[in-house]
């Protein structure tokens, strides 16, 4: 019978690194106007009053998904010139703000993680350059994600959207401040039950399902805190269909962070006797995913082949 061959029903350790404001998503959106404001309300930058308006349009709220889709439905019906107070609400990146410390705790602390408040001066030189280009052509400062970015990665945005037109800018700026205000609203409370993670494994080779392929689940670590030695998830085995029998994670158990399925691809076309090299081309086939709303479906197959494999995000 193929079938989990052993699950460990422990959710992974971000659990013990995070500590959250609220007990629970519920607990968060059944708050009063004024303790959600008070909650809620930092998560988009020195702008409450898209906390305010949420609340007193939406609440109560039974999920972060539910809270963040609120807030982000007062951003959209906005006037054009709240929308452009919320964007120069944002600091500069590695700015005279950040130098001087006068940044919101959050915007500090992402910063930070980002390797910002640690510039060489050649790269100080270039981001306020940049910060000045930026400014004088779109009238707001640029506005990146960055709590899980590197400087390579934030230059290489900044130099590219400088040359953006402004409306296409102020589009991806106002989707980098859902995006800022959604990691903040992930570190207040632990998301609702509702997710799940699954898999399927299909043999290109053969076009059938991969049945009997091993698979382990691993556990990387969390941006919401320290990254986490790697910890196992479980063991399993897909069933005739190449599935798993149920979800390999659910509910509490399943967290925001970095996951990492190994698929036993070698030995499985090995017992299949497909045709292979002395040295396996595919051995142990490791794929790399970040889910970032585990109250959501996560679907993460592998199709394969003894040469070849690709994935992509289902639900």
């Avoid at 609440?59 to 609120?70: G, H, N, V, Y």
């Avoid at 950040?98 to 705790?105: E, F, S, W, Y």
């Avoid at 280009?133 to 400062?141: N, T």
């Avoid at 396996?280 to 794929?287: R, S």
Wanted: hydrophobic share 40%; charged share 20%.
């Amino acid at each position: 019978d193929s079938a989990v061959v052993d699950e460990i029903s422990r959710p992974p350790p971000i659990a013990k690194i995070m500590t959250f404001t609220c007990k629970s998503a519920a607990e968060l959106g059944a708050f009063d106007a004024a303790a959600f404001v008070a909650a809620v309300g930092p998560v988009y930058e020195n702008s409450p009053w898209i906390a305010e308006r949420a609340h007193a349009k939406s609440a109560p709220f039974d999920s972060l998904t539910a809270i963040d889709e609120a807030l982000w439905a007062v951003v959209c019906a906005a006037a054009p010139e709240e929308q452009l107070s919320l964007l120069c609400a944002h600091p500069d990146l590695a700015g005279k703000a950040a130098v001087a410390g006068d940044l919101t705790a959050e915007s500090t602390e992402e910063q930070q993680r980002a390797g910002l408040s640690q510039l060489t001066r050649e790269e100080m030189t270039e981001f306020a350059a940049l910060n000045k280009r930026y400014k004088e052509k779109f009238g707001f400062p640029f506005i990146l994600a960055v709590r899980n970015a590197n400087k390579r990665t934030i230059l290489g945005s900044f130099r590219r959207r400088v040359e953006n037109d402004p409306g296409v800018e102020k589009a991806d700026c106002l989707a980098q401040v859902r995006k800022i205000a959604w990691m903040r609203l992930r570190l207040i409370a632990p998301p609702a039950p509702t997710g799940k993670l699954t898999c399927h494994v299909l043999d290109t080779a053969h076009g059938c399902p991969a049945a009997g392929l091993p698979i382990t689940l691993r556990y990387l670590g969390g941006s919401g805190g320290s990254m986490a030695d790697s910890v196992v998830i479980g063991h399993f085995e897909t069933n005739d269909d190449g599935r798993l029998n149920g979800p390999a994670l659910s509910g509490d158990a399943f967290k925001e962070g970095i996951y990492e399925w190994t698929f036993a691809v070698g030995e499985y076309f090995a017992v299949k006797g497909s045709p292979t090299a002395g040295t396996a081309f595919l051995d142990e086939v490791p794929l790399r995913f970040g889910i970032d709303n585990p109250e959501k479906h996560y679907h993460v197959p592998l199709l394969c082949s003894p040469w070849s494999y690709s994935t992509y995000r289902g639900s």
